[in-house]
């Protein structure tokens, strides 16, 4: 999978992922630190990226079709969570290799002990 890391996320989020043997990039680093969810979405959409995020925003499939991305992952994070909280969340997810692959087309909400993942429509 590729993803695109939003910047609600801990910088050490793509050493996980590339750990998972997936390619990642963060917003951070192609300069879009400071953008807007929309302008996010759009590259993410434009790079054919799975968008990697705390931003529930991003959970509106009214907003975000998610057949119009590599995926959509919404991560329910704690208010007091902390950067290792947030990697242990991911890798909830990024453990379920079978969940990983569907994401494509898709939106996935991880909460601690759950992933709800929405069918293709």
């Not at 999978?1 to 050493?15: C, G, H, N, Q, V």
């Not at 907003?63 to 902390?82: C, Q, S, W």
Request: net charge neutral; proline share 5%; with cysteine.
């Amino acid at each position: 999978m590729r993803f695109l890391i939003d910047a609600d996320l801990p910088r050490r989020t793509s050493e996980l992922l590339k750990a998972y043997g997936h390619e990642a990039l963060d917003v951070r680093d192609v300069g879009l630190g400071d953008a807007g969810d929309q302008e996010v979405a759009e590259y993410a959409r434009l790079h054919g990226l799975c968008l990697l995020t705390g931003d529930f925003g991003f959970a509106d499939i009214r907003n975000y079709p998610p057949d119009r991305f590599g995926g959509l992952v919404v991560l329910e994070i704690p208010k007091n969570a902390t950067a290792d909280m947030i990697l242990r969340l991911l890798e909830s997810l990024l453990r379920q290799a079978d969940i990983v692959k569907r994401l494509p087309g898709r939106l996935a909400i991880v909460e601690w002990g759950n992933v709800r993942i929405r069918p293709k429509t």
